[in-house]
């Protein structure tokens, strides 16, 4: 392989896995705060890509101008998610075991029901929005210039929570919940709201990450699972909870999807990603106890 | 035996006679329950029994469609022959897979997706493999008559209700039991959690694989996407879950409803009969988390209850 072609899939794997870090990042705070694993986050960021979409074709509305609005709505439903569905939830549920189960029912259908609404309204047809395709060339690498603008939101998104986790007061109170839900509590956290605010940042970041998605890949109504299971991916082998853990995994992953599908062919770009995550899980089983079945 | 018994026995004679008097159409809605049932009580036997929530269990659907196609049409041989082949290719996957997956503790969570990944995984070699007919699939030859497949399944379906009532009273049962409320316990009073996860696990996988074999065999045609399609593994989750897990009849009556359910909405609102099916399911598990099972336990709770205050103030 020559020195160019090498730069390139370096490039399109960090593009990817930016994207792959800011989606994990949403799920991450999510299953922190609430120990839900949302099977229907790819599902927010389809209304993210969509709603950028829309905005684009009918009003022209630049995608940077959409993503604010993409996650302030996507904020503003995963408040209403967390308030009528997981709060009732919790009340009525007695062993955490059953909880997880019943979230698991719960995510299942609003996946069903958000998939189908966009069906219904949206069809099934592949939407591509064209915004600054024309590429760029960088030091004898030649980029579409969306691609570049994908790669420093994403990262730029990722950075920021990050600051934000760890050095503003929210941030800690967040963080404090994911570690220990009841000790939180004791030390005058009010732990609802932060289960409201947790679910509803997790929600925006997928929206904004749908905004960015919308430019650089299709939109379909089922386009979500394949971006919910690439950020579980990134989360379990980033690490539950650590930031820094989930934007090396991310970028790892964006690399190895990209190194793969040019080297054995792009029908395996995804297997590769669930190869990882297998032998990671597999690996981390058999020598470190925080991945054997403590929870149950 | 028990009048509970007995009743069950009715049951299973009446719907052995059935297909007499009834139309096609209600024979393939009774086959798709038939299916329902075996699918989510297959699920449960292994998940219910040990705790782990498996979210790729389709994937063994998958292999029985593919193992019984194959067999039938490219290697010729006749259809008890390739269940036979069907069962045996299930059993063999399934036992591979728990060498690599329950021979240590792992997380539910992570065991839930591995299991995910898995189905994925085989679904894009089975679409790039030249031989299994790649995306395009393959055609079977249609099914004699239905009722193969009704009094197949339906024989399947209670296979999986017997076998789950067995072992739960069995030696096995107990030690399921003490891994389902704790596996380092268990391991250490002398449990043999691993034999005992691997043999459910291969149990529930082959019962699976035999009534993907079925379908593919019934439906005349599979592809990958069908055939490894995530809503056959979600929709016995679903569908154990709703029932209530872990329990005999629950994942039966989650499997009845949820499939009587589906079909009654299909035909009244077909355009909206995800999104209402969607609704329905989250309003009954956040009115009933522990699923149909508990809604009925709860209700004959409340029944003696007021029978007794009936009887003191009287």
Known sequence: MELNTILQVLLFGVVWGG??????????????????????????????????????????????????????????????????????????????????????????????????????????????????????????????????????????????????????????????VSEDRDTAKLMGINVKQIGLLGFGIGAALAGTAGSLASTIYVITPTVGLLFTIKAFTVMVIGGLGSQMGILVAGLALGVLESGASYIIGAEYKDVTGYVLLIGFILWKSRTSSAFRGEIK | MSRKHWASLALV????????????????????????????????????????????????????????????????????????????????????????????????????????????IIKTVVANTKSLGSSYGLTLPPVPSNLIAYYFLLGLAVLVVLLFFLIQRSKWGYGLKAILSDEVAAEVTGVNTVALKMAMFVISGTLVGLAGGMIAWHWSYIDPYMAFDLAVSFEMVVMAVFGGIGSLWGPV??????????????????????????????????????????????????????????????
């Not at chain 1, 509305?61 to 919790?90: C, D, N, R, T």
């Not at chain 1, 958000?114 to 069809?123: G, S």
């Not at chain 2, 609102?269 to 956040?286: A, Y």
């Open chain 1, 19 to 176: 994207l792959y870090t800011l989606i994990a990042t949403g799920l991450n705070v999510i299953y922190g705060v609430m120990k839900i694993l949302n099977i229907a986050h790819g599902e927010l960021l389809m209304l993210g890509a969509y709603l950028t979409f829309w905005l684009f074709t009918l009003w022209d509305v630049s995608p940077l101008v959409s993503m604010p609005l993409a996650a302030l709505a996507m904020f503003a439903f995963g408040v209403i998610i967390q308030k009528l569905l997981i709060e009732p939830l919790m009340v009525r549920t007695k062993t955490l075991a059953a909880f997880e189960n019943a979230t698991l029912i719960i995510f299942f259908g609003v996946l069903l029901i958000l998939q189908n609404v966009a069906m219904l309204l949206w069809t099934a047809d592949y939407r591509v929005l064209s915004y600054l395709n024309d590429p760029v060339t960088i030091g004898g690498l030649s980029v579409a210039a969306n691609r570049l603008v994908v790669a420093a939101v994403a990262l730029a998104v990722s950075g920021l929570m990050y600051v934000g986790m760890q050095y503003t007061l929210v941030g800690k109170a967040i963080r404090a």
């Open chain 2, 13 to 120: 004679v009446v719907l052995a006679i059935l297909p007499i008097g009834i139309s096609s159409y209600h024979m393939s809605l009774l086959v798709s329950v038939y299916l329902a049932v075996a699918l989510a009580g297959s699920w449960n036997l292994f998940a219910g029994t040990t705790g782990y929530v498996s979210l790729g269990h389709g994937l063994f659907f998958g292999i029985g469609a593919y193992s019984f196609a194959v067999s039938l049409v490219t290697l010729g041989y006749g259809p008890v022959a390739s269940f036979a082949l069907t069962a045996l290719c299930t059993a063999v996957c399934a036992t591979v897979l728990g060498f690599v997956l329950l021979t240590t503790r792992i997380r539910v969570a992570y065991f839930a997706i591995v299991m995910l990944g898995f189905n994925e």
């Open chain 2, 253 to 314: 009556m989650g499997a009845v409803a949820m499939s009587l359910l589906k079909e009654f909405l299909n035909t009244a609102v077909p355009q909206l009969h995800s999104i209402i099916f969607g609704g329905l399911v989250i309003i009954l598990i956040l009115w009933c988390p522990g699923g149909i099972v508990e809604l009925v336990v709860n209700l004959r709770r409340r029944l003696k209850k007021a029978d007794a205050t009936d009887r003191t103030t009287r």
